[in-house]
């Protein structure tokens, strides 16, 4: 008998709990949704901007990694004075493995032109049974590393997937730390 009651005790309990907690939870997703909407009303996604330069990268890494590389030299902008990055390479224990001056911008791995199916989340209010995975702009399917791309300025392309510093002011990394151990 002590079991049950103490058993039914602890069931109801638990229930008042998680239904405070779901209560608190809910509020909270409501509050944070708000504080977004509004900031999104104040500070409004630009639409004034007519050229990408993340756009252009990736343009311009799918030329080169396919074999098209004059075509990728050659591949024209409206930007007169290309922003110039500078990048340092690390490795996990700090030594440099390169330092670049970047032309334009270091661009992400997993940033694609085109999505990778035609649905995300939901189509018309309600899931997909069915979900058709598009194959990238050179016709495969997948995932990238995780990493950075970039092009220097003599016009070399890189790929890294490691630690870096990147900074659009010209800095040194003179004396790096190199961690022994953990």
Do not use: H
């Amino acid at each position: 008998m002590k079991k049950g009651i103490i058993l039914g005790i602890g069931v109801l309990l638990l229930a008042t709990g998680c239904d405070y907690e779901e209560g608190n939870t809910k509020k909270d997703i409501e509050n944070t949704l708000n504080v977004g909407n509004k900031l999104v009303e104040n500070q409004p996604t630009p639409t004034d901007i007519d050229y990408s330069l993340e756009r252009y990268n990736l343009i311009k890494r799918t030329y080169w990694v396919n074999g098209m590389r004059d075509k990728a030299r050659a591949l024209p902008t409206p930007i007169a004075d290309m922003p110039l990055g500078y990048i340092v390479l690390l490795t996990e224990s700090g030594s440099v493995v390169g330092r670049f001056v970047v032309d334009g911008k270091v661009s992400s791995l997993n940033s694609f032109l085109t999505p990778d199916s035609e649905y995300y989340e939901k189509s018309g209010g309600e899931y997909s049974s069915r979900n058709n995975w598009l194959p990238d702009v050179d016709g495969s399917y997948g995932s990238n590393d995780t990493g950075i791309f970039f092009f220097t300025t003599d016009g070399k392309y890189i790929e890294w997937t490691g630690t870096y510093l990147y900074s659009d002011i010209p800095f040194v990394v003179d004396n790096p730390i190199v961690k022994v151990g953990n």
